[in-house]
């Protein structure tokens, strides 16, 4: 079972005559402005019913497929803090409404909102919300099997071929992240995680490569191995590191990096998470999940001049004798000595190495935009609420990277901020002795410490060796570190929320549209 898939609506007449649908579904903000005969009928119900126009509701009408009229109002779309987000939660409120009342195959129509400035993609949008609404985990899935999500179809009033295809592409990578980040850390171990993603992407454009030798991890990425080293007494637990690559035809033109974080469960290891901070954390493997979907996305796509390359550090940050432990010092891929401050900052650990190596890559390819996505840091919660943040170098800065996906995404529903990297977050994981080269983390939690959700990327650049690929260099190269710790989950309920798949309709309406 998968998304449920758009489908090309002409117009409201083609809904309402084919006999195809069985509910339709009109999001808009005002009712006196909606098409008759669907006006008529709901300024009439709304004599007795005072809850339509304020709150989704469903309505008997003669004109409407299966007599189902469901009026999402999305609420007042002009004040300086509306955004297409009122669009999003409003096809969400129809479609549950939708299906409660039995409907298998809705059409969805936006009225009036496209033309608005920061609407242009509503339509797009809506149909995104409701996948999101409709998506439930992958374990309820097996369970329960197909019947647990009965609407397959969605047809989109107005949409032609080139948008059907669109959303379908980004609809079906947002799926796969969702169950990518949101499923428990045993049905989604990292040996599952990666065979979930050979299964995700055979028969695409999309080459997979999985690394699950332990010989092969512990030489090339000590880093990953220092996480992993506890949970190799458990043969399920082994890490895993899947790499994915998609080759346009025809020329190169921009070549996308991708580094993501797959903590398919954190315990904090030996600094310990207490006091029920530990609940949630096999959706810390969210930013592997985002850069996976996005890679489904593209293959689903299949744009011109744009290659993309992944790679995923799956892996499980366990408790046990073997575990590593604050005041160690590891050497890096990158010959980096890093003294561990906490192994509950864990993430920039798995990922160093990685993106050590996509950084030498990088080197080669055209036009090379680098990119960590990661659930990294309470501190982003903190400071950005639900909000993606963005934390960039240079000479992604000099190219307004960050600043071009943001605009994108407050087109797509898919916010972020962006955040500067100064010169005090390069200070703060400076040595503090000769016996090393870099700090990972001091050992309070992100959330009170300063900036911190900024000083990671200082520390992923060093690691990396990025930094001597800045603005001052010869090969500069743009590097975007993509925290999705607040944005990962619905509400911010990393135990319970539904996993929201951040960044992949922002880079893909930036990159691959």
């Avoid at 998968?2 to 809904?15: D, I, W």
């Avoid at 339509?52 to 004040?79: D, H, K, M, Y």
Wanted: with cysteine; aromatic share 8%; net charge negative.
């Amino acid at each position: 079972m998968s998304f449920a898939h758009a489908l090309s609506c002409a117009n409201l007449e083609a809904v309402t005559r084919s006999g195809q649908y069985d509910a339709l579904i009109i999001i808009g903000n005002r009712i006196d402005s909606l098409p008759q005969p669907f006006m008529d009928v709901l300024q009439q119900s709304s004599a007795v019913d005072s809850r339509i126009g304020q709150q989704c509701t469903l309505v008997v009408s003669e004109s409407a497929p299966a007599q189902r009229l469901i009026f999402a109002p999305t609420g007042p779309l002009n004040r300086d803090y509306d955004d297409v987000r009122r669009v999003f939660s409003a096809a969400k409120a129809a479609i549950d409404v939708a299906k409660q009342a039995g409907s298998v195959k809705p059409a969805l129509y936006v009225h009036g909102i496209s033309e608005l400035p920061g609407y242009e993609f509503a339509s797009e949008v809506a149909f995104l919300g409701a996948n999101q609404a409709l998506w439930q985990p992958l374990e309820a899935r097996e369970h329960h099997g197909q019947a647990i999500s009965p609407i397959q179809e969605i047809g989109v009033v107005g949409a032609d071929n080139t948008q059907i295809k669109n959303m379908n592409a980004i609809a079906a990578g947002q799926y796969a992240a969702r169950d990518l980040c949101g499923t428990e850390p045993e049905r989604m171990a990292p040996p599952r995680f990666a065979d979930y993603c050979v299964e995700l992407f055979a028969g695409t454009a999309v080459n997979v490569e999985v690394i699950s030798d332990i010989a092969t991890i512990d030489k090339d990425y000590p880093l990953l191995s220092t996480v992993a080293r506890a949970s190799y007494v458990v043969e399920r637990h082994h890490p895993r590191v899947v790499k994915l690559e998609y080759v346009p035809q025809g020329d190169v033109e921009r070549t996308l990096i991708f580094v993501g974080k797959g903590l398919v469960y954190d315990t904090g290891g030996a600094d310990l998470k207490v006091g029920g901070f530990m609940a949630g954390m096999s959706r810390d493997k969210g930013g592997a999940a985002s850069v996976a979907g996005f890679v489904k996305a593209v293959a689903e796509a299949q744009p011109k001049g744009v290659k993309v390359i992944a790679y995923l550090a799956v892996v499980r940050n366990s408790i046990g004798s073997d575990c590593f432990v604050p005041d160690e010092i590891i050497t890096s891929r990158e010959g980096v000595r890093v003294r561990i401050g906490n192994t509950d900052a864990e993430g920039r650990l798995a990922m160093g190495d990685l993106l050590s190596e996509a950084k030498d890559l990088a080197k080669n390819e055209v036009n090379p935009e680098i990119f960590t996505v990661a659930t990294l840091t309470g501190h982003a919660a903190r400071a950005v609420g639900p909000y993606s943040a963005y934390v960039e170098n240079g000479p992604a800065r000099a190219a307004k990277l960050s600043q071009q996906l943001v605009e994108h995404g407050d087109l797509w529903a898919d916010c972020a901020e962006v955040s500067r990297s100064r010169r005090e977050d390069y200070d703060f994981v400076k040595p503090r002795t000769l016996a090393d080269d870099l700090l990972s983390s001091n050992n309070a939690p992100s959330a009170v410490t300063a900036r911190g959700h900024q000083f990671p990327m200082a520390f992923l650049a060093i690691v990396s060796g990025l930094d001597k690929h800045g603005l001052d260099s010869d090969k500069p190269l743009p590097y975007v570190h993509m925290d999705i710790a607040g944005s990962g989950v619905e509400g911010g309920d990393w135990q319970h929320g539904k996993p929201t798949a951040p960044t992949v309709a922002a880079l893909f309406a930036k990159y691959c549209r």
